[in-house]
Antibody
Framework: QVQLQESGPGLVKPSETLSLTCTVS??????????WSWIRQPPGKGLEWIGY???????NYNPSLKSRVTISVDTSKNQFSLKLSSVTAADTAVYYC?????????WGQGTLVTVSS | QSALTQPASVSGSPGQSITISCTGT?????????VSWYQQHPGKAPKLMIY???NWPSGVSNRFSGSKSGNTASLTISGLQAEDEADYYC??????????FGGGTKLTVL
């Protein structure tokens, strides 16, 4: 059974960089079959796709976030990571890491990141 | 990219059928056979219910079905049950090799 677990600070100051890591167990980020995605959900609002990374390191991002987002993969640790720079209160959300892109079949439990001074 | 358009809410009585629509453009829903539907209960992570327009992941009830016509995809839930009450989101692959979600639909079982 594939499991994903997000980790990182729950509180980030405005203008700083949000950094989260997703640790995968029961599966491998080195798989050539899957993309690995980050998705977020502001409190009380809908889902927003942030971007994905492939085992090779290739990425693609939501155009509205592209200038601030970096997603990377560490195959040696079976992890992938998200960095979102210059955050504002609008970036407050539950952040999910997930397996897949066109279809997302496994999700982490989500982690709430609050942007506040 | 703008979110796919879903109704904010739908409702139905136990045993009835309901349909949730998801409207996009020819650059996303209409252009590809890659529409997925997710169910989300409060405080929980979303769960994949339908992928590639009309396919079921293992373990998902066949009371859930998907279809597509032109730029609009639909999720139908038949034999509505109390546990179906949740938020539902559609998503689509896009011509930019990205993914876009719908705004979400709250299903109330009366």
């Amino acid at each position: 059974q594939v499991q994903l677990q997000e980790s990182g600070p729950g509180l980030v100051k405005p203008s700083e960089t949000l950094s989260l890591t997703c640790t995968v167990s029961g599966g491998s980020v080195s798989s050539t079959t899957y993309y690995w995605s980050w998705i977020r959900q502001p409190p009380g609002k809908g889902l927003e796709w942030i971007g994905y990374v492939y085992y090779s390191g290739s990425t693609n991002y939501n155009p509205s976030l592209k200038s601030r987002v970096t997603i990377s993969v560490d195959t040696s640790k079976n992890q992938f990571s998200l960095k979102l720079s210059s955050v504002t209160a609008a970036d407050t959300a539950v952040y999910y890491c997930a397996r897949g892109m066109r279809k997302v079949d496994y999700w982490g439990q989500g982690t709430l990141v609050t942007v506040s001074s | 990219q703008s979110a796919l358009t879903q109704p904010a809410s739908v409702s139905g009585s136990p045993g009835q059928s309901i349909t949730i629509s998801c409207t996009g453009t020819s650059s996303d829903v209409g252009g590809y056979h890659y529409v997925s539907w997710y169910q989300q209960h409060p405080g929980k992570a979303p769960k994949l219910m339908i992928y590639d327009v009309s396919n079921w992941p293992s373990g998902v009830s066949n009371r859930f079905s998907g279809s597509k016509s032109g730029n609009t995809a639909s999720l139908t839930i038949s034999g509505l049950q109390a546990e179906d009450e949740a938020d539902y989101y559609c998503s689509s692959y896009t011509s930019s090799n990205t993914v876009i979600f719908g705004g979400g639909t709250k299903l109330t079982v009366l």
